[in-house]
């Protein structure tokens, strides 16, 4: 029941390469297969438009044009790739639904000037009939092998709970989170503006030393200001990790509270940070949580959708008049999770159930029953025992860092995969100068 919250950080085919903003050409009856990967075939219409549009793309950025031959290999090799992809979107039965389908539709029609499916079908299939048609499948296929990347290619990353907690102490977790410390800066420089490092060092290791014992900046500064030597203090307050530079939050995060930096070297003298304290940003993630149980009747080979529905109504009604909900739930729910427990899912969070589902959970009111409601996964009937208030501060923490380094990983494991099923696809080049090139 719950769905899967994956990272969108992957490199995807641009659309552009394979959709033309003009009429898509169909291919002739006398077409000539230029090469076979696994099941399916490349026609020589099909590397005439891609071999085109990387030209079109490396115009639009400016770039020069390798010659021909090259650029009709990078095509083929660009057209191999895709169709290996679809071959396993086929294969895992990865399809996207209609709502999210016609959403990437409708937002490619916008980015060609029309504002509604309807206009973009008559336009497109009044220049060809079908052309609608065509374009929505290569969308749907687009959709399909961004998917199956995702399933795919995650499943490759491991990142450990000791790696979230190493990723936490970094100046990078710090600042993700809204790490805040209450740090003194004092920066040493020569009031002749020429600074001599050798003399700012030995400055500079006279005001560690007085800051690792004292925290009156003012005090140092006065004290240790000399002709030639400028001290200058200042207390930073409780600050952001984000807010401040690179270089000195890396410095900040190895710190213990009470500690003094190392001297920190750069072109207007020498930096001395201190740290006095440390918290975690007062930003709490406080979230609603439910307690939820349900009932789930699903289809099959031999329960109809309208089958469904009437058990689901029969159930409904029992429990109207007063039939025990956890010993129905364990009867006749089709959820394995949950019907043991009574179809007790526990505390849920927003975000962790389908839409529909979510939606009758924020409207049913405690101990009430809702009415019977579809989902992608059946029919159901929930109640909601009881809703509270939880701060998942530390959970949002770690969710954030488990996505940080995923994204991170990414896009190397998913270049290991593409090479992979590259290497494992069946291809047999018909034309041989393809042939040639692509073995060089």
């Known amino acids: 029941m719950k769905k899967q919250q994956l990272t969108r950080l992957f490199k995807a085919t641009a659309l552009a390469l394979l959709i033309s903003s003009s009429v898509p050409a169909f291919a002739a009856t006398s077409d000539e297969v230029v090469a076979i990967v ?25 770039q020069a044009l390798p010659p021909q031959q090259v650029l009709q290999q990078q095509a083929l090799e660009q057209i191999i790739l ?24 409708l937002k490619y029609a916008e980015q060609n000037g029309i504002n509604s499916l309807d206009a973009f079908q008559k336009r497109l299939d009044a220049q060809a009939p079908g052309t609608y048609e065509m374009v929505r499948t290569r969308i749907g296929q687009e959709l399909a092998i961004n998917q199956l990347r995702q399933q795919q290619v995650m499943s490759r990353i491991k990142i450990s709970d000791q790696d979230v907690a190493n990723f936490l102490k ?10 805040q410390a209450h740090i003194l800066h004092l920066r040493i420089s020569a009031t002749n503006n020429k600074n001599d490092m050798l003399n700012l060092r030995a400055a500079a290791d006279q005001v560690k030393q007085d800051l690792s014992q004292n925290n009156d900046i003012q005090a140092i500064s006065k004290k240790d200001s000399t002709a030639e030597i400028k001290v200058v203090g200042a207390d930073m307050g409780y600050r952001n990790l984000s807010d401040i530079p690179a270089e000195l ?16 070297p750069a072109q207007d003298g020498v930096h001395i940070l201190k740290l006095l304290d440390r918290k975690a940003s007062d930003q709490k993630a406080i979230v609603t949580q439910y307690h939820v149980r349900h009932i789930l009747i699903q289809t099959s080979e031999v329960i109809s959708l309208d089958q469904a529905k009437q058990k689901i109504d029969s159930i409904y009604k029992r429990l109207k008049v007063g039939e025990d909900f956890k010993t129905l739930a364990s009867v006749y729910s089709n959820d394995p999770g949950s019907a043991a427990n009574g179809g007790d899912l526990g505390w849920v969070n927003l975000g962790m159930m389908v839409p529909e589902f979510e939606e009758k959970m924020k409207s049913t009111p405690i101990g009430q029953l809702s009415e019977p409601f579809q989902t992608q996964y059946g029919w159901h009937i929930l109640q909601v025992l009881d809703t509270r208030q939880q701060d998942m501060t530390k959970e949002y923490q770690e969710r954030l860092a488990r996505q940080y380094l995923g994204e991170q990983q990414f896009n190397t494991e998913l270049d290991g995969w593409l090479r992979e099923i590259r290497a494992n696809a069946y291809v047999d080049i018909k034309d041989p100068s393809l042939n040639k090139k692509l073995n060089n």
């Open 82 to 105: 895709r169709q290996a992809q679809l071959e396993l979107v086929k294969r895992y039965g990865v399809k996207p639904n209609e709502t999210t389908l016609n959403a990437a539709v």
């Open 170 to 179: 970094t100046p990078q977790g710090q600042a993700a989170i809204g790490s």
């Open 38 to 62: 696994d099941n399916s075939a490349i026609l020589r219409s099909d590397l005439d438009q891609m071999t085109a549009e990387l030209a079109r793309q490396l115009q639009t950025q400016k």
């Open 249 to 264: 939050a890396a410095r900040v995060t190895n710190l213990q509270i009470g500690q003094t930096s190392e001297l920190i």
